[in-house]
């Protein structure tokens, strides 16, 4: 049985208006937009989401001097029993917890994902 299901990708970035509106273009996507964090979603539910971050430094590809700044939400029903299976395939929760629909943890190699009721 799976813990989580519908991976959704979130891109760090200075403008997530102005991004989602890029990308919504491109893909012919919904967007909404609100003041620090923007959606673009696909007639048949697929979405990509867009984080403000400040200050915000754009990667450097393919050099890794700064790498590619991204992470996954992946939602679950419930955050309490779905902690407890992350953490036991090998997931760190992350100290800074900004939020109470979804919790942040860190993969084995370090990179940021959370999970979300929602």
């Given at each position: 049985m799976a813990i989580a299901r519908f991976p959704s990708i979130v891109l760090d970035c200075p403008d997530p208006g102005a991004l989602a509106t890029f990308y919504g273009k491109l893909l012919d996507w919904k967007v909404d937009i609100s003041a620090d964090w923007a959606?673009?979603?696909?007639?048949?539910?697929?979405?990509?989401?867009?984080?403000?971050?400040?200050?915000?430094?754009?990667?450097?590809?393919?050099d890794q001097e700064v790498p590619q700044q991204m992470h996954l939400d992946v939602i679950v029903d419930d955050l309490?029993?779905?902690?407890a299976a992350v953490l036991g395939l090998g997931a760190t929760k992350h100290?800074?917890?900004?939020?109470?629909?979804?919790?942040?943890?860190?993969?084995?190699?370090?990179?940021?994902?959370?999970?979300?009721?929602?």
């Open positions: 959606d673009i979603r696909a007639d048949y539910g697929q979405c990509i989401s867009f984080q403000q971050v400040d200050p915000y430094t754009p990667p450097v590809w393919p309490d029993s779905a902690e100290d800074h917890q900004p939020g109470t629909t979804f919790r942040v943890f860190l993969d084995p190699a370090g990179h940021p994902f959370c999970l979300c009721v929602n």
